[in-house]
Structure formats: C-alpha cells, structure tokens
C-alpha cells in the first residue's frame, strides 16, 4: 500500500510538470503567432482607404493613431504607415513635418530588415522632401546633417549619393550662392559625369559664368547721379524713365530758377517749391528701384534659364 502511494505521488509529479510544460507551450506558440500577425492592421487598412478615397484630413489622423497603436504592438505596416502619413504633409507642403515623418518610414525599414532597394527608394524621398523644406525655408542645404551623411558616409549607394549632391547644387542656386555653387557644380560633374548631357552642361556653366561675371549697377551711384534729374535712371539702363524724369524734373527745376532770378518768391514758395522737393525725392527713390530692378532682372533671367534645366531632372 506505502510503494502504491509513493508511486501514484510521483506520476501525480510528473504529470503536473507535463501539464505546465504544455502550457508553457502553448504560450510560446500564441506568442509567436501573435507577433507574426498585425493586432491593429484594420486601423492600417481603413487610414489607407481614406487615403485612396481623397479624405485626407481623416486620413492622416488614422495613420497617426495607427502608428500610436505601435508602442504596444508592432504592426507588419510600420513603414508603409510612416510613409503614407509623409506623403500627406507633402501634399499640404508641410515640408518639415513630410521630411520628419520619412526619416522614421526609414528607420522603420531597417528595423525590419528590407531590401537596400525599397529603403533606398524611402531615402529618395527623404531627400526630395529635404529639398523642398530648404526652398521654402530659405536654408542652406549642404549644413543639413542628413544631406551631410548622405553625401559623405560610405553606407550609402552612388544612386543616393548623386541624387544629394543634385540637390545640394540645386539649393546653392535657389540660395543665391554663387561661388559655392560653381564649385559644386565642377566637383558634381567630375564626379557624376553623365548627369548632364554637353548642351545642358553648356547651358549651366555659360549662366554661372554670367552670374559670377555680372557688374550690378549700384544704388549708391544711382543716387547721386539722381540729383540731375534723369540721370540716375539713364544709368540703371531705364531710359523711357529717364526721359520722363529729365522732361519733368527738368522742368520744374527751370521754373523754380526762372522764379527765384526774377526774384518772384511768392510764386517760388507756394507753387514750386513743394512740388520741387517731392519731385526731387521722387526722382531719387525712382533712380535706386530702377538699379535694383535693373540688377535682378539679369539675375533672374541667368537663374531662371539654368532651374528651368534643372527641374526637368
């Protein structure tokens, strides 16, 4: 009776270690199922359906609360999700929050281990975003410390490395720095020499060469030149207002002379005078605008010929 008692203990043993063994298990196999599933893909699955159905406002919240929903578990559609949402503040040129947004669909993309391809196309994208937040902005691409990596870190194809240093001498034109910009030009067409074909390499060169070589008319001469009345419009290149300002000025100046020769200073001080001054500030503010004019009219035109160009790619 004691050796039966003894024995039915220990099955009893052996049979609640096997019982715990299969609910450990169990566990283990729910657990794994669970992680290869995506617990709020629906939430995925409706924002991307806003999405495609042009609801985009409603669209971006849903992708936010997906992507919230990620700090508890972690969904197969991370990435695409980050993505989506940057697309959406690029649509609505929110270009800070676009370039943020990407970043994070590419950091995603290496946590789940993708091919170089797809992130490379994700970079792409950040790139282009980065760009455009530095026109809007008015920032100077080449200090951005993406842009930096991009150009500089081994880690990165000659694909990505081109497209940055593309837009690194795009910005530098947008940003009107243009010693820099002959620089980068020469070290991106060293470098990447089929970027360009020889018309467009032609096109850009003769317009930096204009740019660099360009003498602005200056508004301090404009001034004082102003002081005979046409002058400083004659030499800011605008003659039809040159013409108006000798005529008028000229005018006024032989009336107030006549007047105070004659010693008729009653008409002088009521009638000539004041139109006097206000002609001559006239004249001399009309002079200056003409030279600023005259100055980024040549500028634009040499700027426009060479973005023109560089838009096409």
């Avoid at 699955?45 to 409603?58: I, R, T, V």
């Avoid at 290496?110 to 902005?137: C, F, G, M, S, V």
Wanted: aromatic content about 16%.
């Amino acid at each position: 009776m004691e050796s039966f008692i003894k024995a039915y203990g220990r099955c009893k043993k052996f049979f609640i270690l096997l019982v715990l063994l299969c609910v450990q298990a169990d566990i283990f196999f729910a657990a794994e199922k669970e992680s290869s599933t995506d617990a709020y893909e629906p939430l995925f699955l409706y924002a991307q359906s806003l999405h495609n159905n042009g609801a985009f406002e409603q669209a971006l919240v849903e992708y936010k609360r997906y992507i919230f929903m990620q700090d508890y578990s972690r969904g197969i559609h991370q990435t695409q999700a980050f993505e989506n949402l940057a697309t959406l503040y690029a649509q609505n040129n929110e270009w800070n929050l676009a370039a943020q947004t990407q970043y994070k669909a590419i950091l995603s993309s290496l946590q789940d281990e993708d091919n170089p391809e797809k992130t490379d196309l994700l970079r792409k994208k950040h790139i282009y975003y980065l760009a455009e937040q530095a026109k809007t902005e008015k920032f100077s691409f080449q200090e951005n410390l993406h842009i930096f990596t991009y150009l500089n870190l081994p880690d990165f194809s000659s694909e990505i490395k081109e497209m940055a240093a593309f837009y690194s001498f795009k910005n530098l034109i947008e940003t009107a720095r243009w010693e820099t910009a002959q620089k980068e030009f020469n070290s991106f067409t060293a470098t990447y020499p089929q970027a360009f074909s020889p018309e467009e390499y032609s096109i850009i060169q003769q317009n930096l060469d204009n740019i660099i070589t360009f003498k602005p008319k200056k508004l301090e001469v404009a001034r004082y030149l102003s002081l005979f009345p046409g002058l400083g419009q004659l030499y800011a290149a605008d003659y039809k207002d040159s013409l108006n300002a000798f005529l008028l000025n000229g005018s006024l100046i032989a009336l107030s002379v006549y007047s105070i020769c004659t010693l008729d200073l009653w008409t002088f001080s009521l009638l000539e005078f004041d139109p006097l001054i206000r002609f001559m500030k006239g004249n001399i503010y009309n002079a200056q605008k003409d030279a600023h004019e005259y100055n980024t009219r040549h500028i634009n035109a040499y700027t426009k010929e060479i973005m023109d160009l560089l838009d096409l790619h």
